[in-house]
Nanobody, 123 residues
Framework: QLQLVESGGGLVQPGGSLKLSCAASGFTLDYYTIGWFRQAPGKEREGVLC????????IYADSVKGRFTISRDNAKNTVYLQMNSLKPEDTAVYYCAADRRYSTVLGGTPGYWGQGTQVTVSS
């Protein structure tokens, strides 16, 4: 069974940091593009960052430039989202998603999704 599991979410104060993990089981991520998406209450889901199988990075959201980074560890079959200088507007459920086709992830319709992890930025 192909599965993605996110972890690392939680409550953090403004200006703080969190590192999310996306672990795959049932398949290897080596040949997959992985994207991080988020959905805030009352808002549509938006792309945050994605990383291709060759570790090329695409940033979807200008608001995270310079604050969020994405990385992958194929040996651990895991992709990470490092979030620094967090702001209240970063509050959302964060999802990782995977697809073998880069264009599909870029277009926001990857085939495999995790269940999401809540990130809340509040004082």
């Amino acid at each position: 069974q192909l599965q993605l599991v996110e972890s690392g979410g939680g409550l953090v104060q403004p200006g703080g940091s969190l590192k999310l993990s996306c672990a795959a089981s049932g398949f290897t991520l080596d040949y997959y593009t992985i994207g991080w998406f988020r959905q805030a209450p009352g808002k549509e889901r938006e792309g945050v960052l994605c990383i291709s199988s060759s570790s090329g990075v695409t940033i979807y959201a200008d608001s995270v430039k310079g604050r969020f980074t994405i990385s992958r560890d194929n040996a651990k079959n895991t992709v990470y989202l490092q979030m620094n200088s967090l702001k209240p507007e970063d509050t959302a459920v964060y999802y990782c998603a995977a697809d073998r086709r880069y264009s599909t992830v870029l277009g926001g319709t990857p085939g495999y999704w995790g269940q999401g992890t809540q990130v809340t930025v509040s004082s």
